[in-house]
């Protein structure tokens, strides 16, 4: 992607509303792509999920979330820097987070194809999942299906950002 453009942040205090400038020599398909995921992105809405740790509340944003599991029996949510606990079950953050991005992969476990460092299919009947935080974790065998679809819909790029 890197050959293809180049992403520039300018943090301007000043500014009221987040703006995109897309500059480029002529209006071509590369620029109609740019508009076109700018637009979806914007359209989409994707809620934050509220998590806890100790007595505060965190609203993240779902391209921070890494995974979201079970563990003693409560939802827990797994960010680059930490784990929080979430108060609501699997299946209700699986209704609200971006079915483009996540993917369940196993009764207790939920997570972002964006944050996947490798897949490994060399087991028989079942997927590893290396995650870019270096945990690791596996696809459970009813679910493979799924998971499947979900890098075939998400193209060579699915699952980075």
């Known amino acids: ?17 987040l703006t995109v400038t897309i500059r480029n020599n002529e209006r071509n398909d590369d620029v109609e792509g740019v508009i076109a995921a700018i637009e979806a992105y914007a359209n989409k809405k994707i809620p934050m999920v509220p998590a806890y740790f100790k007595d505060s509340v965190v609203m993240l944003p779902q391209g921070q979330i890494f995974r979201l599991y079970i563990s003693n029996r ?3 949510v797994q960010t680059s820097g930490r784990v929080y606990e979430v108060r609501k079950t699997l299946r209700e953050l699986e209704a609200v987070l971006d079915p483009d991005r996540f993917v369940r992969i196993s009764q207790s476990e ?9 897949f490994d299919f060399s087991a028989t009947g079942t997927i590893g999942v290396e995650m870019e935080n270096g945990e690791s974790t596996w696809v459970a065998r009813r679910r493979i299906r799924d998971v499947k679809s979900a890098l075939m819909k998400g193209g060579s790029h699915g699952f980075k950002n």
Do not use: Q, T, Y
């Open 74 to 76: 409560k939802v827990m």
């Open 110 to 118: 939920i997570i972002n194809l964006r944050k996947v460092k490798s």
């Open 1 to 17: 992607m890197s050959d293809l453009l180049d992403i520039k942040l300018i943090i301007d205090k000043a500014c009221e509303k």
